[in-house]
């Protein structure tokens, strides 16, 4: 008796347990940040280029909105908090394809904010404005290695002399980086060097 008992209890426990993504799946979540008005908005996850509706993975927001709701606001207050973050998902979808996050605004205002959420790292952050948008993205981790400048004290046009450069690196891969090469040029000149 005591042996069926445990059986069952390890086989619940094991069916309870969350799966996996198949191989060829990532496992994918959406954080949708919500503004002062988060009863407006709708979103429908969708595979690339199908109609907002077709092939629906996952909805969320004010159903009442739907597809073919932006700009009319006739909406019923429902959905989602004002103000919040919450995470969709996750879902297993097939890694390497492209999938739509459709966004609709029943005031035609804009506001909601999505980032994509990838296996645990962020691979796209998206604004919504206006009615709404249609934002496509790529279902698979970001690679090893992305290191990118995005902005620094110099500008196309200075003054000639020396300068102390000024710049913000922010590592877009997997791999934890603490030492790089920073290479740039002056007026298409030799390339400088200078180890972080």
């Known amino acids: 008796m005591k ?6 209890l390890f086989t619940i426990a094991i069916v309870g347990v969350k799966g996996q993504c198949n191989i060829g799946e990532v496992e994918v979540e959406i954080i949708v940040h919500t503004d002062d008005y988060g009863y407006e908005a709708f979103w429908e996850l969708i595979p690339n280029g199908n109609n907002c509706g077709t092939g629906t993975i996952a909805q969320g927001g004010n159903l009442t909105v739907g597809c ?16 919040m ?13 492209l ?31 206006g009615l ?47 030492s790089y090469d920073l290479n740039y040029t002056v007026n298409g000149g030799g390339v400088n060097t200078h180890n972080v």
């Open 3 to 8: 042996y069926i008992l445990l059986t069952i």
């Open 68 to 83: 073919s709701g932006a700009g009319l606001q006739a909406q019923e207050p429902s959905g989602y908090g004002d103000n």
């Open 85 to 97: 973050q919450i995470t969709e998902g996750p879902w297993c979808l097939t890694e390497g394809a």
């Open 99 to 129: 999938y739509d996050l459709v966004y609709v605004d029943a005031w035609g205002d804009g506001g909601f904010a999505f980032d994509i959420v990838v296996n645990g790292y962020i691979v796209q952050s998206f604004d919504g404005v």
């Open 132 to 178: 709404g948008a249609t934002f496509t993205f790529t279902a698979e981790e970001p690679p090893a290695y992305d290191l990118e400048v995005f902005g620094s004290n110099i500008y196309s046009y200075v003054s000639t002399g020396s300068f102390d450069l000024d710049a913000h690196v922010f590592n877009g891969g997997t791999t934890t980086i603490t």
